[in-house]
């Protein structure tokens, strides 16, 4: 058994991002990811940045184009009949925060060198790769694309 100090925040942190995208709540990162206090809040934070530039970039022709529609922002944008209102909004946040808890775990690969934490290193790469893949598929969502999963043999 192994204990692991839950710190977390003590004030909420809030991360401005670009008008038309929502601000990113350090917060609703850490509970809706399953971060324990062994992630500062420094590191969270440097890898939510990083993934709401990378998302933001990745979007950044679907927001040109929305904006020329006259929508100012991610929420404003509609959502289709069949989804329930806040869609895009849901999905970005998804995008942004898989992306982030991906480079999470890859950073914290060098946590524990031991055999134990290196198997358990490797058991998470799986995961990592199932965080990319997720937030690639939240945003081909957003931009209405098809997911597409090619493979070679």
Known sequence: MS??????????VTITNAPFFPDLSLEEFRDSMRLDGTVTDARAVHALEAAMFDVNRSLSVFMKARKEQGFETLEDVPDPDWQPLGTGVRLYLRAVWCLAKADLIERYRDYDATGS???????????????RRNASWALSDIRGHHRTTVELI
């Open 117 to 131: 934490g290196h198997d358990q290193a490797d058991a998470m790469d799986l995961t990592s790769d199932d965080l």
């Open 3 to 12: 204990l692991i100090a839950a710190g977390g925040s003590t004030a909420p």
